[in-house]
């Protein structure tokens, strides 16, 4: 390396050295300090004098520098308190030509501007694990057809069939049914059996945009429609859809602007992006999906009627579990595996006790809830390596199971047995609310989040489903 070319290098090493999120400190072999940065120096509340040429132990009595140089070991992310400060340190022996030369510690500050940076580029990983968690998601359920949709209740075959004629002819659907009864099952099952199968499947959740994003998503948007748009204008999901299906999950929870620009693409059978000149011509099948009650909505002048009888061509309820409980035992024999599939556990199956001990629990949730139970219950089971389901597996069930009068002498811990009286009333409440998680959480006096994390608590919920609401 020629000479300047070597300066430049230094002055990069500098540049890298003295940064303000990671302290350093070098001692020689001798565990004298030879280099500190100013970060390390910061955290120290010390200066380059007081410390340089001073023993490590001497300035940090409990730095394990010297341990490093007696033992040559390399020590990763340990998390270290200096001075107060949270950090997380890596120390390594350092070497020239082969031999020893002495040891370096590098930390990570935990405090103020680190945590800021950290917790940024966790949320960035967050977003970015949420658009590849919904891409894996529409991978996973385009393969879903009408066969997997499990179930011999009368009501749900008598769904089934209406909702393949509807998949053949290109109706609009609209599909009612409490949350988790199988609503995204079913919109997948119909667009895979229908003629635009080869087609896109795009689904919109507009519950979960405001009013102006929901817009320039389902419609797009020319170029600088608005400060911030992508050079080029980008396509809404309803151009994306184009000649295959777009499913609009939560329409209930629909603004009423949007509703009524909605209802004009839908008799239009046209968009205009936002910003926009000239309609862009669509031809999509079109299937929304609620569980809210959409009729006294538009009593209370919160969903339009118009909107709601364009949509409600063919009209599909699917019956929530508790009104087809002689399903469950179909339907833990068809999740173990499927969940097995996916969690890679020891668990191939479900005893007929456990299957018993599922139906006579009175039920709360819907299929969601079951599955996430079943999850659960092959962690549980898959600690000890066992290959099926037993109702051990299922301590909450148990409990619940057993007479719902306040038994409080099940067990003589006070904090179990308010834990037990705590989800026997959830359970309850819940029951008696059809599900409604914000009816329940009223009657219960809890907020709503408080809800969610008990329920997740007690296993009625997933981990995503709790973030979701967390959100
Ligand atoms: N009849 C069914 N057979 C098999 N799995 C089902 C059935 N109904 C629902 N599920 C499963 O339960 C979960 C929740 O269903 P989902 O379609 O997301 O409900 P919704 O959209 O109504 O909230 C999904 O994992 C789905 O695959
Ligand atoms: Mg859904």
């Known amino acids: ?15 890298i050295v003295e940064n303000p999120y990671i302290g350093i400190i070098m001692v020689d072999t001798e565990g004298n300090i030879n280099k500190v940065n100013k970060t390390y120096l910061e955290i120290l509340g010390l200066t380059e004098e007081d410390v340089i040429d001073k023993h490590v132990l001497d300035i940090t009595p409990h730095s394990r520098l010297p341990e490093v140089l007696k033992t040559k070991e390399v020590h990763l992310a340990d998390h270290w308190p200096v001075n ?3 950090t997380i340190v890596f120390r390594m022996p350092l070497y020239k030509d082969g031999k020893l030369i002495g040891a370096m510690g590098q930390s990570l500050v935990l405090d103020a501007a680190g945590v800021k940076i950290l917790s940024k580029k966790l949320r960035e990983l967050e977003g970015e694990l949420a658009v590849y968690k919904d891409v894996v998601n529409s991978i996973y359920r385009s393969k879903n057809s009408f066969d997997n949709i499990v ?5 749900l075959q008598a769904v089934k069939s209406i909702a393949e004629r509807a998949a053949y002819t290109g109706s609009t659907i609209l599909l009612r049914g409490e949350s988790g009864t199988g609503k995204d099952l079913f919109a997948n099952a119909i667009h895979k ?3 635009r199968a080869d087609q896109p499947f795009i689904r919109v959740n507009c519950a979960a945009l405001p009013d102006q994003l929901l817009e320039s998503e389902l419609f797009g948007y020319e170029e600088g429609a608005f400060t911030g748009a992508r050079k080029g204008g980008k396509p809404g999901k309803f151009e994306l859809a184009n000649r295959g299906t777009i499913f609009l999950d939560e329409i209930g929870d629909m603004p009423m602007t949007m509703q009524s620009k909605l209802l004009i693409v839908l008799q239009e059978r046209e968009v205009e992006r936002v910003g926009g000149t000239k309609p862009i011509a669509v031809d999509v099948q079109v299937i929304a999906a609620s569980n809210r009650p959409l009729e006294d909505m538009i009593k209370k002048g919160k969903f339009r009627e118009d909107l709601y009888y364009r949509l409600n061509v063919v009209s599909l309820e699917v019956p929530p579990l508790r009104e087809r409980a002689q399903d469950i035992g179909l339907l833990a024999n068809y999740l173990v595996p499927k969940l097995n599939q996916r969690l890679h556990s020891s668990v191939e199956s479900i005893s007929p006790e456990a299957i018993h001990l ?3 629990y009175d039920w709360p949730g819907n299929v969601r809830e079951l599955e996430n139970l079943l999850e659960r219950a ?10 099926t389901l037993n109702p051990e597996h299922f301590p909450s069930l148990s409990r619940l199971v057993t007479p719902p009068t306040v038994e409080v002498a099940v067990t003589d811990h006070l904090g179990d047995a308010v834990e037990q009286v705590e989800m026997e009333t959830i359970r309850r409440v819940l029951a008696k609310t059809n599900n409604n998680k ?3 959480a009223k009657i219960l006096g809890l907020n709503k989040s408080v809800l969610y994390r008990k329920l997740y608590k007690y296993g009625l919920i997933s981990k995503s489903d709790l973030d979701r609401v967390e959100i």
């Open 438 to 440: 914000a009816k329940a």
């Open 358 to 360: 599922l139906c006579n």
């Open 378 to 387: 092959m962690n549980l089971a898959d600690l000890n390596q066992q290959k």
């Open 151 to 155: 179930g011999e209740d009368t009501r």
């Open 193 to 195: 059996a229908s003629p």
């Open 84 to 86: 107060n400060h949270d």
């Open 1 to 15: 390396m020629g000479e300047p070319k070597n300066e430049i290098f230094m002055e990069i090493l500098d540049g």
